[in-house]
């Protein structure tokens, strides 16, 4: 089936780095873009960024912009981000779903939590 397992989220001080992975399986990896959504609570679910099959083509929330980086490993089916000088409302937890199945909660994993804070 297919499944999202996203990791790599923790506690980091403003201005600091974290570098989150998802493996994605289940689906044709390599032919899908793949996304990064975030949730903080009490807020709606909003997007982070998005990498095409081939990585010719990224675009970013304009919130993180020139901060982030998403980057993608077709060989092992995995998708990264990149977070760099971190900020307070960055904290939330990171969810990671290919195009094709964005439109259904139901296919979306875990998550991961990241915590930005002194």
């Known amino acids: 089936q297919v499944q999202f397992v996203e990791s790599g989220g923790g506690l980091a001080q403003p201005g600091g780095s974290l570098r989150l992975s998802c493996v994605a399986s289940g689906f044709t990896f390599s032919t899908d873009a793949m996304r990064w959504y975030r949730q903080a609570p009490g807020k709606e679910r909003e997007f982070v960024a998005i990498?095409?099959?081939?990585?010719?083509?990224?675009n970013y929330a304009d919130s993180v912009k020139g901060r982030f980086t998403i980057s993608r490993d077709n060989a092992k089916n995995t998708v990264y981000l990149q977070m760099n000088n971190l900020k307070p409302e960055d904290t939330a937890v990171y969810y990671c779903v290919a195009n094709a199945y964005a439109g259904s909660y139901a296919y979306w994993g875990q998550g991961t939590q990241v915590t930005v804070s002194s």
């Open positions: 990498i095409s099959s081939t990585s010719r083509s990224i």
